[in-house]
């Protein structure tokens, strides 16, 4: 059980560049999120699935695409990369939307957009 | 979802009581109050989480006042490993999580 496995830890890109940040969990969990934190802020929410084929926004969505295909993935794509998308990125997963237990997050990725 | 308010920083000295508060004024009846963790740069930590009652587990206890308009997250005996960004959260259940900027604390050898 390796719990939210985030590819890659750390990714340096040009602007205007695209690529696609990997999230796979293995507990089966329903719900997935995509989240953005910048330097000294909290985490800002970007988008989240509440099961496969169901997508939607959080607070900051423009400039990335998701898709929820199985359960177990939920990659974020940015399409055309700029300065300001320069962050650390988390995803996170949990049982099903109504459960109390709360995220568990993957260890983060790295972004620094150049 | 409500909004909740933490102080910025707080210290605490090793082996002392980490007292954390956080106030939701406008939480409603069917939102829980969570407790996260970030400890560096790595992914936050769930620590707790309650809705009317106080709830303790083996990592700390959160206490919420009668009203709910406010909690203390207690770390009975601070390590300097308890060193981290604390984040309260209130969420109605079905929603998203919305993290504010929390308290980081620092404990003090």
């Known amino acids: 059980n390796a719990g939210v496995t985030q590819t890659p830890k750390f990714q340096v890109l040009k602007t205007g560049q695209s690529m696609t940040l990997q999230c796979a969990q293995d507990?089966?969990?329903?719900?997935m999120s995509w989240y953005r934190q910048d330097p000294g802020m909290g985490l800002r929410l970007i988008h989240y699935?509440?099961?496969?084929?169901?997508?939607d926004q959080g607070e900051v969505p423009n400039g990335y695409n998701v898709s929820r295909s199985t359960t177990e993935d939920f990659p974020l794509r940015l399409l055309s990369a700029a300065p300001s998308q320069t962050s650390v990125y988390f995803c996170?997963?949990?049982?099903?939307?109504?459960?109390?237990?709360?995220?568990?997050f993957g260890s983060g990725t790295r972004l620094t957009v150049v | 979802d409500a909004k909740t308010t933490q102080p910025p920083s707080m210290d605490c000295a090793e082996g002392r009581a980490a007292n954390l508060p956080c106030n939701h004024s406008t939480i409603s009846g069917n939102e829980y109050v969570y407790w996260y963790r970030q400890i560096h740069s790595q992914g936050p930590q769930y620590i707790i989480h309650g809705l009317k009652n106080n709830e303790t587990n083996e990592m700390a206890s959160l206490i919420i006042t009668e009203d709910r308009k406010s909690s203390t997250l207690i770390l009975p005996h601070a390590t300097l490993r308890d060193t981290a960004v604390y984040y309260c959260i209130v969420r109605h259940t079905g929603n998203q999580f919305y993290f504010g900027t929390g308290t980081s604390l620092t404990v003090i050898p």
């Open positions: 996170a997963s949990s049982l099903e939307r109504g459960i109390a237990y709360g995220y568990t």
């Open positions: 699935s509440v099961g496969a084929g169901i997508t």
């Open positions: 507990m089966n969990h329903e719900y």
